[in-house]
């Protein structure tokens, strides 16, 4: 079975700096879909940034970055630029081709933005 | 473009009784996915719907348990509640492709078992 982990459940960043959030994942599967998604205190999840495991090229939105590393099973979300407006939950999540319509989602982790 | 909607946005319930969430898609969407979210925690896949059918579910009991409609809207009915279902329930929405396509949330129904 696939498992997510993230290991901070907290993390603070002062405006306008940057920020990385870690996420690992155990899988068997060779193609496979990575998620960022952002959960704000008014509870609607918002999806941050995806990657595809085929591709090597890291995703970018913005100022979002994923930094992807396959072989290690790794998948942090870099936020650059940080903004008062960043401060939520950020869960990592990974959908495969098994388990159809499954999203495994780890437990999240809390960002505080400092002004 | 309307977003996944949900309905009710609270309902607090007693032991024993049942419970009824309701559930809009995007249009367009064909998939509808309910998630468990305890308090502090990360999602659990409970369900997923698609062209009427149950695809999918997760390790829960046969008492959650849901429906989708012909206009792909969605209902999740948990019965004989107990406490531990406290949690915010999460719908989400998609036209299925395959692992590929991506997941739009609702803004969830928080049930409060007393």
């Known amino acids: 079975a696939q498992t997510v982990t993230q290991s901070q459940p907290e993390m603070s960043v002062q405006e306008a700096e940057t920020v990385t959030l870690s996420c690992t994942y155990d899988?068997?599967?060779?193609?496979?879909?990575l998620f960022w998604y952002k959960q704000p205190p008014s509870r609607q999840m918002i999806l941050v940034i995806r990657q595809e495991a085929y591709k090597q090229q890291n995703a970018t939105e913005n100022r979002f970055s994923v930094n992807f590393q396959k072989a290690a099973k790794s998948f942090s979300l870099k936020i650059s630029d940080s903004q008062l407006g960043d401060a939520a939950m950020y869960f990592c999540?990974?959908?495969?081709?098994?388990?159809?319509?499954?999203?495994?989602f780890g437990d999240g982790t809390t960002l505080t933005v400092k002004p | 473009e309307a977003g996944v909607t949900q309905s009710p946005t609270h309902l607090i319930k007693t032991r024993g009784q049942q419970a009824t969430l309701r559930c809009s898609p995007i249009s367009g969407h064909t998939s509808v996915y309910w998630y468990q979210q305890a308090l502090g925690l990360g999602l659990q896949f409970l369900l997923w719907?698609?062209?009427?059918?149950?695809?999918n579910r997760g390790n829960f009991p046969p008492r959650f348990s849901g429906r989708q409609f012909p206009n792909y809207s969605s209902e999740l009915n948990v019965n004989a509640l107990e406490l531990e279902d406290s949690a915010l329930y999460l719908c989400a929405s998609s036209f299925y492709a395959g692992a590929t396509d991506t997941q739009y949330f609702g803004p969830g129904t928080r049930l409060t078992v007393l």
């Open positions: 719907y698609d062209e009427g059918e149950e695809r």
């Open positions: 899988t068997s599967e060779s193609d496979y879909y």
């Open positions: 999540a990974y959908r495969g081709n098994t388990n159809a319509g499954k999203s495994t």
